[in-house]
């Protein structure tokens, strides 16, 4: 028992230092280019903090367990949005750039429809879907690529934005900025890996059922980089680099995650456990990662800010989910 606290530790240690210099070096990089924090947080990193569910997922798929694939694609998108984008809205509400916002939100919900869809009518996961999901991935890619470095900047902000990164190119290097990403995303990739296995060998010992484990704790688990991310982003005063995260990670969960495991090894949607006597995926995860996205994102598109009611709302719903989780 002690060799699993001690790894799990080192992974937490590992994670929030990873989380630290990916954020130095996705700023960095942002500022030099011109491009906006959250289309940065929307790709690069978002990919950097996905690599754990990516991991878990292709993992589970090659040894066969692809309900586990599909539990962490679900469940992350759900602990993403109701707890690591709540807590971000809940500490520091604001105004978002809708202009940035719309892309991610639209191929999300876009993807969504073509997943739940397939969900509902057939109930089987399989390889040209997982196909498709992957050219959607790389099509979200290109597109918010592009859209960033087309988006206009005012011309006296960037003047001021040229003279910061110039004094920031004679302390720093653009190489410096690369490893710091590269090196900050290992470390999260690694830490995240320690910490599910670790803590899971850890609930185990602690008799939590294997069945609660699959939906929350690996959810959770391979999730806490995007926290530690939005946690770190908030301490540094990059708030819109953290919602890009959150939003980015929660379709690369869906296209990217679930594709590669689709690909792999196709599979049928899993049937654990039940509610009301249907299968609990359908009347309760899928229809609660609809709504939190939603509740999250359409009024933000709206009014252009996000309000503290809104991470309250959320952490609310959260903390029921694990509440159902544990109980049935």
Not at 79 to 97: E, K, S
Not at 165 to 194: C, N, P
Request: proline fraction near 4%; hydrophobic fraction near 55%; aromatic fraction near 8%.
């Amino acid at each position: 028992m002690l060799i699993p606290v001690l790894l799990f530790a080192l992974g937490l240690i590992l994670l929030i230092k990873g989380g630290d210099w990916f954020v130095d070096g996705a700023t960095g990089i942002a500022e030099r280019f011109h491009v906006p924090e959250i289309i940065i947080g929307a790709t690069v990193v978002s990919i950097g903090t996905t690599l754990p569910e990516v991991m878990v997922s292709a993992t589970s798929a090659l040894t066969g367990h692809g309900e586990i694939a599909y539990g962490n694609a679900i469940g992350s998108v759900i602990c993403n949005t109701a707890l690591i984008a709540a807590i971000t809205v809940a500490v520091r509400p604001g105004p978002v750039d809708t202009k940035a916002l719309k892309t991610p939100v639209l191929f999300f919900f876009g993807s969504a429809a073509i997943y739940v869809i397939n969900t509902y009518v057939t109930g089987y996961f399989g390889r040209p879907l997982g196909i498709l999901l992957l050219a959607i991935f790389v099509v979200y890619l290109v597109v918010t690529v592009r859209q960033g470095f087309k988006n206009p900047i005012e011309a006296a902000a960037e003047d001021k934005e040229a003279e910061a990164i110039e004094k920031k190119a004679a302390k720093d290097s653009m190489g410096k900025d690369i490893l710091l990403l590269v090196v900050g995303a290992a470390l999260v990739a690694v830490g995240a890996d320690l910490l599910v296995d670790n803590g899971t060998l850890i609930a185990q010992a602690l008799g939590v059922p294997e069945s609660v484990i699959a939906l929350t704790f690996v959810a959770l688990g391979t999730s806490l980089p995007e926290l530690v991310t939005a946690i770190t982003s908030l301490a540094k005063g990059h708030g819109a680099l953290s919602l890009g995260n959150v939003i980015g990670a929660n379709l690369l969960n869906l296209v990217l995650v679930s594709g590669i495991s689709m690909t792999l090894a196709p599979f049928h949607i899993p049937e654990s456990s039940t509610l009301f006597g249907v299968n609990a995926s359908l009347v309760l995860d899928i229809p609660l990662m609809l709504f939190v996205m939603a509740f999250l994102t359409l009024p933000a598109l709206k009014t252009k800010k996000l309000s503290r009611y809104q991470g309250i709302v959320l952490l609310v719903l959260y903390a029921a989910f694990c509440g159902i989780q544990f109980s049935m």
